[in-house]
Protein backbone atom coordinates (compact mmCIF):
# COMPACT_ATOMS: atom_id res chain seq x y z
CA UNK A 1 0.00 0.00 0.00
CA UNK A 2 0.85 3.78 -0.18
CA UNK A 3 1.67 6.74 2.27
CA UNK A 4 -0.89 7.76 3.56
CA UNK A 5 -3.63 5.07 3.64
CA UNK A 6 -6.95 5.70 5.47
CA UNK A 7 -9.78 3.89 6.78
CA UNK A 8 -12.31 3.19 6.85
CA UNK A 9 -12.88 4.84 2.96
CA UNK A 10 -16.52 6.19 4.16
CA UNK A 11 -17.80 6.43 7.28
CA UNK A 12 -21.43 7.38 7.95
CA UNK A 13 -23.12 8.20 11.63
CA UNK A 14 -25.54 9.63 13.07
CA UNK A 15 -25.85 13.58 14.74
CA UNK A 16 -23.97 13.54 18.34
CA UNK A 17 -22.30 10.07 17.80
CA UNK A 18 -18.41 9.93 17.81
CA UNK A 19 -16.59 9.67 14.43
CA UNK A 20 -13.08 7.78 14.48
CA UNK A 21 -10.95 7.63 11.02
CA UNK A 22 -7.36 5.88 10.83
CA UNK A 23 -4.38 6.63 9.10
CA UNK A 24 -1.21 4.20 8.24
CA UNK A 25 1.79 5.50 6.56
CA UNK A 26 4.87 4.33 5.87
CA UNK A 27 8.26 5.88 6.65
CA UNK A 28 9.43 8.09 9.02
CA UNK A 29 7.72 11.55 9.59
CA UNK A 30 8.27 15.06 11.01
CA UNK A 31 4.50 16.03 11.72
CA UNK A 32 1.15 14.12 10.73
CA UNK A 33 -1.57 16.69 9.70
CA UNK A 34 -5.08 16.15 8.73
CA UNK A 35 -7.22 18.08 6.24
CA UNK A 36 -10.80 18.21 5.52
CA UNK A 37 -11.89 18.78 1.99
CA UNK A 38 -15.77 19.09 1.66
CA UNK A 39 -17.32 18.54 -1.72
CA UNK A 40 -15.12 19.42 -4.54
CA UNK A 41 -13.67 22.57 -2.53
CA UNK A 42 -10.54 23.60 -1.03
CA UNK A 43 -8.32 21.94 1.99
CA UNK A 44 -8.54 23.08 5.50
CA UNK A 45 -6.27 22.31 7.94
CA UNK A 46 -7.76 21.02 10.93
CA UNK A 47 -5.11 19.93 13.00
CA UNK A 48 -1.04 18.67 13.17
CA UNK A 49 0.97 16.74 15.87
CA UNK A 50 4.61 15.79 15.83
CA UNK A 51 6.87 13.19 15.88
CA UNK A 52 7.59 12.93 18.94
CA UNK A 53 3.86 14.14 20.11
CA UNK A 54 1.32 11.15 20.97
CA UNK A 55 -2.13 12.94 21.53
CA UNK A 56 -3.51 16.71 21.02
CA UNK A 57 -6.94 17.86 21.40
CA UNK A 58 -7.94 20.61 19.13
CA UNK A 59 -12.04 21.52 20.18
CA UNK A 60 -13.64 18.62 19.26
CA UNK A 61 -11.09 16.94 17.77
CA UNK A 62 -8.79 14.36 18.96
CA UNK A 63 -5.65 13.12 16.89
CA UNK A 64 -3.51 10.61 18.17
CA UNK A 65 0.06 9.41 16.64
CA UNK A 66 1.26 6.50 17.13
CA UNK A 67 5.29 6.00 15.18
CA UNK A 68 6.14 2.86 16.24
CA UNK A 69 2.97 1.22 14.19
CA UNK A 70 3.14 4.30 12.15
CA UNK A 71 -0.36 5.24 12.50
CA UNK A 72 -2.71 8.12 13.67
CA UNK A 73 -6.37 8.40 14.22
CA UNK A 74 -8.44 11.16 14.20
CA UNK A 75 -11.21 11.02 16.54
CA UNK A 76 -14.50 13.89 16.38
CA UNK A 77 -16.48 13.79 18.99
CA UNK A 78 -20.74 15.37 19.20
CA UNK A 79 -20.68 15.01 15.25
CA UNK A 80 -22.83 17.18 13.57
CA UNK A 81 -23.63 17.41 10.10
CA UNK A 82 -21.74 20.29 8.84
CA UNK A 83 -18.99 17.68 9.63
CA UNK A 84 -19.82 16.16 6.81
CA UNK A 85 -16.82 15.81 4.15
CA UNK A 86 -13.83 14.10 3.28
CA UNK A 87 -11.01 13.64 5.87
CA UNK A 88 -7.13 13.16 4.52
CA UNK A 89 -4.36 12.56 6.65
CA UNK A 90 -1.10 14.08 5.46
CA UNK A 91 2.54 13.20 6.20
CA UNK A 92 5.57 15.61 6.04
CA UNK A 93 8.48 12.97 5.50
CA UNK A 94 11.66 12.89 7.20
CA UNK A 95 14.38 14.21 5.56
CA UNK A 96 12.89 15.83 2.76
CA UNK A 97 14.43 18.88 1.03
CA UNK A 98 10.79 20.85 2.18
CA UNK A 99 8.00 20.35 3.92
CA UNK A 100 6.16 18.55 0.80
CA UNK A 101 2.97 16.62 1.86
CA UNK A 102 1.85 13.17 0.78
CA UNK A 103 -1.90 12.71 1.15
CA UNK A 104 -3.72 9.42 1.97
CA UNK A 105 -6.66 8.39 0.36
CA UNK A 106 -9.24 9.75 2.87
CA UNK A 107 -12.41 8.89 4.31
CA UNK A 108 -15.84 10.48 3.37
CA UNK A 109 -18.00 11.12 6.13
CA UNK A 110 -21.34 11.60 6.33
CA UNK A 111 -23.50 12.43 9.24
CA UNK A 112 -27.16 11.93 8.79
CA UNK A 113 -28.86 15.15 11.13
CA UNK B 1 -8.86 35.82 8.76
CA UNK B 2 -5.95 35.72 5.76
CA UNK B 3 -6.12 33.20 3.17
CA UNK B 4 -4.70 31.74 -0.04
CA UNK B 5 -6.81 32.87 -3.33
CA UNK B 6 -7.11 31.37 -6.55
CA UNK B 7 -8.04 32.43 -9.84
CA UNK B 8 -9.38 31.19 -12.01
CA UNK B 9 -12.01 29.02 -10.39
CA UNK B 10 -12.40 26.64 -13.62
CA UNK B 11 -10.62 26.33 -16.93
CA UNK B 12 -11.66 24.63 -19.53
CA UNK B 13 -9.19 24.49 -22.68
CA UNK B 14 -8.44 22.45 -25.61
CA UNK B 15 -5.56 19.82 -25.67
CA UNK B 16 -2.33 21.12 -26.58
CA UNK B 17 -3.31 24.88 -25.51
CA UNK B 18 -1.19 26.68 -22.49
CA UNK B 19 -2.84 27.54 -19.15
CA UNK B 20 -1.38 29.34 -16.44
CA UNK B 21 -3.09 29.40 -12.86
CA UNK B 22 -2.52 31.67 -10.59
CA UNK B 23 -2.37 32.07 -6.80
CA UNK B 24 -2.17 34.42 -4.33
CA UNK B 25 -0.54 33.08 -1.20
CA UNK B 26 -0.88 34.76 2.37
CA UNK B 27 1.59 37.68 2.21
CA UNK B 28 3.76 37.02 4.88
CA UNK B 29 4.34 33.10 4.00
CA UNK B 30 7.68 32.39 1.93
CA UNK B 31 7.24 28.73 1.02
CA UNK B 32 4.82 27.96 -1.99
CA UNK B 33 3.46 24.56 -3.82
CA UNK B 34 1.39 23.31 -6.05
CA UNK B 35 -0.41 20.15 -5.55
CA UNK B 36 -3.03 18.39 -7.72
CA UNK B 37 -5.93 15.91 -7.36
CA UNK B 38 -7.25 14.27 -10.07
CA UNK B 39 -10.97 13.29 -9.96
CA UNK B 40 -11.38 10.71 -7.02
CA UNK B 41 -7.74 10.07 -6.52
CA UNK B 42 -5.35 11.64 -3.65
CA UNK B 43 -4.02 14.83 -3.64
CA UNK B 44 -0.55 14.71 -4.85
CA UNK B 45 2.35 17.11 -4.84
CA UNK B 46 3.99 18.44 -7.63
CA UNK B 47 6.39 21.06 -6.62
CA UNK B 48 7.31 23.54 -3.52
CA UNK B 49 9.35 26.71 -3.97
CA UNK B 50 11.08 29.36 -1.99
CA UNK B 51 13.59 31.96 -2.62
CA UNK B 52 12.74 32.22 -6.49
CA UNK B 53 13.98 29.03 -7.04
CA UNK B 54 12.35 25.33 -6.95
CA UNK B 55 12.98 23.47 -3.99
CA UNK B 56 11.91 20.23 -4.75
CA UNK B 57 9.16 18.36 -7.33
CA UNK B 58 7.70 15.22 -7.98
CA UNK B 59 8.34 13.25 -10.79
CA UNK B 60 4.90 14.58 -12.03
CA UNK B 61 6.45 18.26 -12.34
CA UNK B 62 7.95 17.74 -15.88
CA UNK B 63 8.82 19.59 -18.33
CA UNK B 64 5.63 21.12 -19.14
CA UNK B 65 5.68 22.39 -16.06
CA UNK B 66 6.65 25.51 -15.02
CA UNK B 67 6.28 28.08 -12.04
CA UNK B 68 6.95 31.62 -11.51
CA UNK B 69 6.70 34.63 -9.05
CA UNK B 70 6.19 37.26 -11.15
CA UNK B 71 5.67 40.05 -8.50
CA UNK B 72 5.32 40.15 -4.79
CA UNK B 73 2.37 38.67 -4.53
CA UNK B 74 1.79 36.32 -7.58
CA UNK B 75 2.31 32.10 -7.76
CA UNK B 76 1.60 30.98 -11.02
CA UNK B 77 1.67 27.70 -12.63
CA UNK B 78 1.82 27.21 -16.24
CA UNK B 79 1.13 23.58 -18.35
CA UNK B 80 3.12 24.32 -21.74
CA UNK B 81 0.95 22.31 -23.78
CA UNK B 82 -1.94 20.70 -21.84
CA UNK B 83 -2.96 16.70 -22.41
CA UNK B 84 -6.29 15.23 -20.99
CA UNK B 85 -4.63 13.76 -18.05
CA UNK B 86 -4.07 17.15 -16.71
CA UNK B 87 -7.66 17.57 -16.22
CA UNK B 88 -7.57 17.61 -12.56
CA UNK B 89 -7.90 20.27 -9.78
CA UNK B 90 -4.54 22.20 -8.43
CA UNK B 91 -4.79 23.78 -5.31
CA UNK B 92 -1.98 26.32 -4.68
CA UNK B 93 -0.82 26.48 -0.60
CA UNK B 94 1.81 28.12 1.18
CA UNK B 95 3.53 28.34 4.65
CA UNK B 96 5.66 30.49 6.54
CA UNK B 97 9.27 30.50 6.98
CA UNK B 98 10.13 27.53 8.95
CA UNK B 99 6.57 26.52 8.99
CA UNK B 100 5.06 23.21 9.37
CA UNK B 101 1.37 23.92 8.29
CA UNK B 102 0.23 24.37 4.89
CA UNK B 103 -2.77 26.47 3.94
CA UNK B 104 -4.30 25.73 1.00
CA UNK B 105 -6.58 27.71 -1.74
CA UNK B 106 -9.92 26.74 -3.11
CA UNK B 107 -8.37 25.50 -6.10
CA UNK B 108 -8.77 25.60 -9.83
CA UNK B 109 -10.48 22.85 -11.53
CA UNK B 110 -9.07 22.44 -14.89
CA UNK B 111 -10.86 20.14 -17.53
CA UNK B 112 -8.83 19.55 -20.96
CA UNK B 113 -10.81 18.75 -23.73
Known amino acids: SQQGEEDPQALSIQEGENATMNCSYK?????LQWYRQNSGRGLVHLIL?????REKHSGRLRVTLDTSKKSSSLLITASRAADTASYFCATDPYGGATNKLIFGTGTLLAVQP | EPEVTQTPSHQVTQMGQEVILRCVPISNHLYFYWYRQILGQKVEFLVS????????KSEIFDDQFSVERPDGSNFTLKIRSTKLEDSAMYFCASSELGGETQYFGPGTRLLVL
Open chain 1, 49 to 53: IRSNE
Open chain 2, 49 to 56: FYNNEISE
Open chain 1, 27 to 31: TSINN
